[in-house]
């Protein structure tokens, strides 16, 4: 299976205690190809230039992270993420998030890359789930992004816990409404077991019904995007563990005003198949991967990501452990994907073979294939019939 891989910057180290440049050395000493450029690690670097964090110093950052990159062999895949996009009542807001873009749209051309990830909104108040409305404003940015020389292109990302758009279908249909070239989705395997199969708030995890509703979801995800698979621009994939207890209002890791599946991401991610151990999702996350991989045949690139306290650790080894579990992780994801991938051909022979009627009866010689039976039939019969129907005209 051809597929590049990836991993986001910030899943093998925090900005504040580990440097870029130390990252990328992980990254290339466990093989890995591209990037997910999170802009913490930009404005970290951007920050301790002269003059501090400004548009200016960010400039200054993007070629720096370009340059160590480039020297490592890694592309950027992707700057993100832009966050609290779409839906934005307060219409001063708005504009400056498209100021900001506007400066992101600069940085990439920098970085080297065309792709801007955009989650969906998650904050609590001062935005509206009027889908005419996030359409409009997600149109908006993808016309910007067209109008660039090269062109940008943008991946929209159903987050678990977002406002109003919270499940790939919703993400889906915002991207299918918008319908423009440039303007794609991102599938990660967390979001999606995440929101559709996992509960962090109960005893079991789960969601009753989740099995159920996974499995509709991902029939859809096959027929769906089977249909426009030019619109998947970006697979991103991810576990988390199970908490020994649900997040209630005494858990130890809750948040007052936070959704408890962005707690439970922001310290118990898991890279997909993590030989960490203790993959809560690994069910779910190898069924979303069959159908990705396996039905739909994606092919580009495939990014790991993990947040977790433990990215804070400012031990040196830190972000060459978290590099070397991603690349594990993928490696025993492709060995269960080949798996499925038999699996699934048998299960097809087997319906084919199953089909075909048994024609055992006959001399063998004429076991073969009914249609072709049908025409020897005829042939048999024509030569048979033929001579008499001569030899009676002949003499008549």
Known sequence: MSLNLGILSLSVGRASVHSFEHKCDALQASGFRGIELFIEDLETIAAALPGGLNNENRIGAAHQIRAICDARKLEIIDLQPLLFF??????QAHAAQLAKLRLWFDLIAILGTDLIHVPTNFQAEGITGDIEAIVADMTEIADLGLAQKPPVRLVYEAMAWGRFVD???Q??????????????ICLDTFQIAGRIWADPTTPSGRLD???LELKKSLSRMSSYIGKRPEKL??????DAERLSSPITKDHPLHVDGQDPRMTWSRNARLFADDPKGNCFLKGPVDQICHVIFNELKYTGWVSCEVYSTSLFDPDPSVPFQHARRAADGWKS??????????????????????ERKDYSWLPSAWRIAPTNMVIAFFV?????LCPLVLSKSTFA
């Open 86 to 91: 779409g839906g934005l009542i307060d219409r």
């Open 167 to 169: 499940t790939w279908e």
């Open 171 to 184: 993400a889906w249909e915002v991207v299918l409404r918008v319908n423009r070239p440039n303007f794609g």
């Open 209 to 211: 019904g989740g099995d």
């Open 233 to 238: 621009f970006l697979v991103q994939t991810g």
């Open 333 to 354: 994801v492709l060995k269960t994907l080949e798996v499925q991938r038999k699996g699934s051909e048998a299960v097809r022979s087997h319906r084919v073979s199953k």
């Open 380 to 384: 048999v019969a024509i030569c048979t």
